[in-house]
T-cell receptor, first 113, second 116 residues
Framework: DAKTTQPPSMDCAEGRAANLPCNHS???????VYWYRQIHSQGPQYIIH???NNETNEMASLIITEDRKSSTLILPHATLRDTAVYYC??????????????FGKGTHLIIQP | KAGVTQTPRYLIKTRGQQVTLSCSPI?????VSWYQQTPGQGLQFLFE???????NKGNFPGRFSGRQFSNSRSEMNVSTLELGDSALYLC???????????????FGPGTRLTVL
């Protein structure tokens, strides 16, 4: 699976949009971009995934650049409950294939009141 | 629909003992994966089971093993516990609807294992 690079931490004011970047310059054509988040001491929670088109669901939006080398997860109206570590994962398989999902260190998003 | 459940939620063992952790996937999910999470190494893949067969295995010693039952429930076992095995053990399930499926994984709350 391709590797990803994320900033270690970010702050965002409550009620504002949180934009979390991810670089995946070595992504292959058949690899998806997955986003998960982990609230302290809980299991990771799936947020969204995409291949090349922008995606939106009830939790977030995913913007993937045309060359697919980077993406941005957008939480439109961040709340305190969105404080968590956010993981950007690139994989051809939802389960991660032979090596499972590679979570990396993620971005610790802190929502400020 | 009930989520992924893991038992026990907390466990304390001593070095040299063995431990068995249990995972019940979401109803209808056929694949179960296990991960170990430590502060130093982050989330690391242990293994994946599908239809009672281990399909994939991460880079862990043979002391770590698992199995899956016909009802898709899974157990993992760690023998001869070491201090470094203290971690949060996470189980994830997914339907695996077919080849190339992009259905996603759903994680349980984890079992916090402390080895003294």
């Amino acid at each position: 699976d391709a590797k990803t690079t994320q900033p270690p931490s970010m702050d965002c004011a409550e009620g504002r949009a949180a934009n979390l970047p991810c670089n995946h310059s070595t992504i292959s054509g058949n690899e998806y971009v997955y986003w998960y988040r982990q609230i302290h001491s809980q299991g990771p929670q799936y947020i969204i995934h995409g291949l090349k088109n922008n995606e939106t669901n009830e939790m977030a939006s995913l913007i993937i650049t045309e060359d697919r080398k980077s993406s941005t997860l957008i939480l439109p109206h961040a709340t305190l409950r969105d404080t968590a570590v956010y993981y950007c994962i690139v994989s051809a398989y939802s389960g991660g294939g032979a090596d499972g999902l590679t979570f990396g260190k993620g971005t610790h998003l802190i929502i400020q009141p | 629909k009930a989520g992924v459940t893991q038992t026990p939620r907390y466990l304390i063992k001593t070095r040299g003992q063995q431990v068995t952790l249990s995972c019940s996937p979401i109803s209808g999910h056929r694949s179960v994966s296990w991960y170990q999470q430590t502060p130093g190494q982050g989330l690391q893949f242990l293994f994946e089971y599908f239809s009672e067969t281990q399909r994939n295995k991460g880079n862990f010693p043979g002391r770590f093993s698992g199995r899956q039952f016909s009802n898709s429930r899974s157990e993992m076992n760690v023998s001869t516990l070491e201090l470094g095995d203290s971690a949060l053990y996470l189980c994830a399930s997914q339907p695996l609807l077919g080849l190339g499926s992009t259905d996603t994984q759903y994680f349980g709350p984890g079992t916090r294992l402390t080895v003294l």
